[in-house]
């Protein structure tokens, strides 16, 4: 038997107007360098020991048992104290932040008074300062910073560390000074002095 019900025509597609396309883009660029570094703090967390197998001697206070349980946490949650697979997690998620996050919105155009390099990754001095800022970013954009977070984090961070990285003596100065010319050195640092050598 043939089907004789009127067919009904389905919705229409919503099409979202060309305007708001960058916007949804940039909304949807955030959401994932924030499940990105979402990821990163679940893999801290599950790397860590169990607080269960941290047990306290009979009759130990419970002070002496945190105690024991925060030293053999991480020393510090700055990126120049990780090494190996931990500091490259958190190079992997800063990458996702800068490139994502910051640098659509911040980079600005690249000349001689504001270079920048593609390669920041490799300048360590670059890896430290971004790393801070995204840890000042993440406690200033948290709902518990209050209404003037996202300033302070402009104020007291963001111009800092821009003035920073992008002065013409900067981490940069040997580097991009324009797009149709790359260019990337490290520069170098001063040597340690040697402990021990006779006068």
């Known amino acids: 038997m043939a089907d ?14 060309d305007a708001d396309l960058d916007d949804l883009a940039s909304t949807l660029a955030k959401t994932m360098a ?5 990821g990163v703090i679940l893999d801290r967390l599950g790397s860590e020991p169990e607080s269960a197998a941290i047990q306290p001697p009979d009759g ?7 105690d024991g349980k925060k ?20 190079l992997a998620a800063l990458s996702d932040w800068v490139n ?34 995204w840890l000042a970013w993440q406690q200033f954009t948290d709902t518990e ?19 920073h990285l992008r002065a013409p003596d900067g981490p940069f100065a040997a580097c991009t000074t324009s797009a149709t010319r790359p260019n990337h050195r490290v520069l170098a640092t001063p040597a340690p002095e040697q402990a021990g050598v006779a006068a």
């Open 4 to 17: 004789t019900s009127p067919t009904s025509p389905g919705p229409e597609p919503y099409r979202v107007p």
């Open 34 to 38: 924030e499940v990105r570094q979402h």
């Open 60 to 66: 130990a206070p419970e002070a002496e048992a945190a």
């Open 71 to 90: 030293a053999d946490g991480p020393a510090s949650v700055f990126i120049l104290a990780l090494d190996g697979e931990a500091y490259a997690v958190e």
């Open 100 to 133: 994502y996050l910051f640098l659509p919105v911040y980079g600005r155009e690249v000349s001689t008074s504001r270079p920048w390099c593609a390669h920041w990754h490799e300048h360590p001095e670059a890896v430290a300062r971004l790393h801070a800022l």
């Open 145 to 163: 910073a209050g209404l003037s977070g996202p300033s302070t984090w402009h104020r007291d961070h963001l111009d800092q560390t821009l003035a």
